[in-house]
């Protein structure tokens, strides 16, 4: 009995001693957004955001009907709202592959083999420690709308070239953006670029 309380002493002395080496190791080099996360830290972020889902929501499905004009909303709202970080095609390419963790790669089963209810919720409530924030309103209109992105996030992996063509137009354009698509359209009219203070075309604003 004593040798076996010896061993297990033993053991945990052991693990102490490498959990400390890691911490220290990890110390000395700093923390990065460009570190992939551990398996570890994958496991137990997914777990959190299971049960960060309210109970009620975990199984309901989507009570938006799938149609070309719901499908064709979700596009334009994930197109204004969530490429930025998402990518058009929901792989990530945008700002969120800055992120840690990155943003996902949304047409993979990891994110497609979530409930309705799981998206409706991490889009509405965010997930926290992470750059996903929250954007719910807390109203029917605003539920709608993310009923609507939760069809188009299922339509992801089927999504089209000409979809994603519409979708580039429809994308936030910056001051500068705007300035370019001004002056390419006054040439093609007449000629003659518009100067740059003769319109003031901000981008969207949400």
């Known amino acids: 009995m004593r040798r076996r309380s010896k061993v297990i002493l ?9 959990a400390i080496a890691v911490v220290a190791s990890m110390l000395r080099r700093g923390f990065s957004a460009h570190d992939e996360p551990s398996r570890v830290e994958a496991v137990m972020a997914r777990a959190m955001r299971h049960w960060a889902v309210p109970s ?19 596009r334009a709202h994930f197109a204004d709202h969530c490429a930025g970080c998402h990518g058009n095609d929901g792989k990530g390419g945008g700002m969120g ?36 924030p929250g954007f719910g309103g807390g109203t029917a209109e605003s539920a709608h709308g993310t009923w609507g992105l939760v069809l188009f996030i299922r339509h992801l992996p089927k999504l089209a070239p000409e979809e994603m063509a519409e979708m580039q137009k429809l994308n936030p354009k910056s001051p500068a953006e705007w300035q370019q698509m001004q002056d390419e359209e006054a040439f093609l009219a007449d000629g003659e670029p518009v100067p740059a203070a003769a319109e003031d075309h901000s981008p969207h604003q949400h």
């Open 10 to 18: 033993g053991v945990v002395a052991v693990a102490l001693l490498v």
């Open 56 to 74: 009620d929501l975990r199984d309901m499905k989507n009570p938006v009907p799938l149609t070309p004009q719901s499908v064709a909303e979700g």
């Open 97 to 132: 592959k800055q992120m840690y963790p990155k943003a996902p790669d949304m047409t993979l089963p990891a994110t497609q083999s979530l409930s309705d209810g799981e998206l409706f919720s991490i889009i509405e409530n965010g997930v926290r420690l992470t750059g996903m």
